[in-house]
């Protein structure tokens, strides 16, 4: 699955060394997954730069239609990502991925500090 088209892929693009930016030079056709993946990578540039200021990233069915996720980097001592965390959701169910934000950011910060201190 292509990294833009998913919130685990994203969230680690947004905080990769280069904010993606590599990433996007290589990959200068985004191919299409769903009427709904950015392909246009001024418009993933963009995408990342809001991950990097929320600390959340989300799927709106762009790799998968009826399919919705909500992610979070976990981060190393350099706010680089080295995993990510999601939840995945039905599009249109009880649960949506901005109910399911707060508390995807608070596990993936937690498993953040755990896996710095154990690195540490």
Not at 7 to 23: C, H, R, V, Y
Not at 44 to 58: F, K, P, Q, S
Not at 93 to 117: E, F, K, M, N, Y
Request: aromatic share 2%; hydrophobic share 45%; glycine share 6%.
């Amino acid at each position: 699955m292509p990294a833009h088209c998913t919130a685990l892929g994203k969230a680690m693009l947004a905080f990769s060394a280069d904010a993606g930016q590599d990433w996007i030079a290589q990959h200068p056709k985004l191919p299409a997954r769903t009427a709904r993946t950015l392909t246009d990578p001024a418009l993933l540039r963009r995408e990342l730069h809001d991950i990097r200021r929320l600390g959340l990233a989300y799927d709106r069915q762009e790799a998968e239609n009826g399919l919705v996720c909500v992610a979070a980097p976990l981060l190393n001592a350099d706010e680089r990502a080295r995993a990510a965390l999601s939840v995945s959701m039905p599009a249109g169910g009880r649960i949506q991925p901005a109910q399911a934000a707060p508390a995807v950011h608070a596990a993936a910060r937690a498993v953040s500090r755990d896996l710095r201190h154990l690195a540490g």
